[in-house]
T-cell receptor, first 113, second 114 residues
Framework: GNSVTQMEGPVTLSEEAFLTINCTYT??????LFWYVQYPGEGLQLLLK?????DKGSNKGFEATYRKETTSFHLEKGSVQVSDSAVYFC????????????FGQGTTLQVKP | DTAVSQTPKYLVTQMGNDKSIKCEQN?????MYWYKQDSKKFLKIMFS???????INETVPNRFSPKSPDKAHLNLHINSLELGDSAVYFC?????????????FGNGTRLTVT
């Protein structure tokens, strides 16, 4: 079945460091891919998405490119801030329209000043 | 003007009790969901309703019963609570008429069963 695998956390970085959080997926068909962010005590918010191969999603300085050949959707940011500290989830959407998402296990990011 | 709101935010109860969590969305979406997040942050879908009809029912004990009185509300009732039910439960919604539309999540209900 479909699945998503993210790198284990926690990831601890200093402010202004470069961030990469790896995400790979297994799926049939042509799923959409998403990154969600969860700040402490809150629900998940969409960070960015990509709906087809080679699409690049971007938002708030974060980017991820849908790579079909490597079945990956790695999240990157050139210079992290303390306010980026959160849990990041990679998710796989179905090719249909049920809205069902399959989430990775989440990666906790802690940015220190 | 909260988009997806859940109540209560925290719920502490004893084993064997019955409890309900309520969810309402004011986004005009026609599909609503319940997700469970365990202590390791892993998220898994439980149920999905589209226009008050159940469309996704994952392998969830039948002690869990969702109810959707209208497309803006989706409640979750849990009978005979067990220790393993302790988790954070998230309600979400989306417009199924828009392909690949993201889910909008509530802030969660932290259920603790003692």
């Amino acid at each position: 079945g479909n699945s998503v695998t993210q790198m284990e956390g926690p990831v601890t970085l200093s402010e202004e460091a470069f961030l990469t959080i790896n995400c790979t997926y297994t799926a049939t068909g042509y799923p959409s891919l998403f990154w969600y962010v969860q700040y402490p005590g809150e629900g998940l918010q969409l960070l960015l998405k990509a709906t087809k191969a080679d699409d690049k999603g971007s938002n708030k300085g974060f980017e991820a490119t849908y790579r079909k050949e490597t079945t990956s959707f790695h999240l990157e940011k050139g210079s992290v801030q303390v306010s980026d500290s959160a849990v990041y989830f990679c998710a796989l959407g179905g090719s249909g329209n049920t809205g069902k998402l399959i989430f990775g296990q989440g990666t906790t990011l802690q940015v220190k000043p | 003007d909260t988009a997806v709101s859940q109540t209560p935010k925290y719920l502490v109860t004893q084993m064997g009790n019955d409890k309900s969590i309520k969810c309402e969305q004011n986004l005009g979406h026609d599909t609503m969901y319940w997700y469970k997040q365990d202590s390791k942050k892993f998220l898994k879908i439980m149920f999905s309703y589209n226009n008050k009809e159940l469309i996704i029912n994952e392998t969830v004990p039948n002690r869990f019963s969702p109810k959707s009185p209208d497309k803006a509300h989706l409640n979750l009732h849990i009978n005979s609570l067990e220790l393993g039910d302790s988790a954070v439960y998230f309600c979400a919604s989306s417009p199924t008429s828009v392909r690949n539309s993201p889910l909008h999540f509530g802030n969660g209900t932290r259920l603790t069963v003692t």
